[in-house]
């Protein structure tokens, strides 16, 4: 089984900036995606960011032109760096990997999750 562990998550005042970092135990080459998902207090989990294996990048309107998703395959480890962070950003952010565009073929994995506080 894939192990999905983020890191990087911290407290941060508005306008400020983190990056996360997603290692996994093994190649991340071929999953068909990777996203970031957040949970704020009290809120539905919701997509923030994702990348295709083939590098297409789609992003949250909430997050666009602020986040930026990425991979380093060498690495194993999927990135996500967030700039001019909002109190309303604040949240739990997950790594989740995708093997299948296909749903029913699908196998998911996730992190543990790493808190984001954006806050003065």
């Known amino acids: 089984q894939v192990q999905l562990v983020e890191s990087g998550g911290g407290l941060v005042q508005p306008g400020g900036s983190l990056k996360l970092s997603c290692a996994a135990s093994g190649s991340i080459s071929n999953f068909y995606a990777m996203n970031w998902y957040r949970q704020g207090p009290g809120s539905q989990r919701e997509l923030v960011a994702s990348?295709?294996?083939?590098?297409?990048?789609n992003y949250a309107d909430s997050v666009k032109g602020r986040f930026s998703i990425s991979r380093d395959n060498a690495k194993n480890t999927l990135y996500l760096q967030m700039n001019s962070l909002k109190p309303e950003d604040t949240a739990v952010y997950y790594c989740?990997?995708?093997?299948?565009?296909?749903?029913?073929?699908?196998?998911?994995?996730w992190g543990q999750g790493t808190q984001v506080t954006v806050s003065s």
């Open positions: 989740h990997a995708a093997t299948s565009m296909f749903p029913v073929r699908t196998k998911n994995y």
């Open positions: 990348i295709t294996s083939g590098g297409t990048t």
